[in-house]
């Protein structure tokens, strides 16, 4: 009986190593031997890890924007406020050092709502709160970056 030998990759292997010596090899214009097709996946990657990390801070804004505006609790907005401004602070980061993932922003508001949505009206609506199906107000960077949308 012959047992199948699979052999790893470095890539597989040592991820450190392999990056390592993928940046030898592009600094030495070493193209024929750059395990491309892994190279290729880790930069696409990094776009897409990019986008989730706005779309997750978008969430999380999203969350404590809801409860700030629809859930009165006055012992708490002192916490939520504080995540808002920490949220936009981090939004603006990512969005100045990677000015192009502005163009995702429908999509990523689009999700980000969506999921902060359940999350808040699991927590909130069974204690008598209503939170509405819709955002109520702009979603235009600007306003999600600096308007106060609640009463004081």
Request: glycine letters at 2%.
């Amino acid at each position: 009986m012959t047992q199948a030998i699979t052999r790893k990759s470095l890539y597989e292997s040592d991820f450190l190593r392999w990056t390592e010596e993928t940046v030898a090899k592009l600094k030495a214009k070493d193209f024929d031997h750059v395990d491309l097709e892994n190279l290729i996946e880790e930069i696409e990657s990094l776009g897409r890890s990019e986008k989730k990390e706005v779309r997750n801070r978008l969430k999380t804004l999203l969350e404590h924007l809801i409860k700030r505006i629809y859930v009165d609790m006055p012992q708490e907005f002192n916490g939520w406020e504080r995540t808002i401004r920490e949220q936009r602070a981090e939004i603006r980061v990512e969005l100045n050092d990677m000015p192009s993932l502005k163009r995702f922003w429908e999509e990523l508001f689009d999700v980000a709502w969506g999921l902060a949505l359940l999350k808040v009206k699991d927590e909130y609506e069974k204690k008598g709160y209503y939170i509405p199906e819709q955002w109520q107000f702009s979603r235009e960077i600007d306003a999600m970056l600096s308007v106060k949308f609640w009463d004081e």
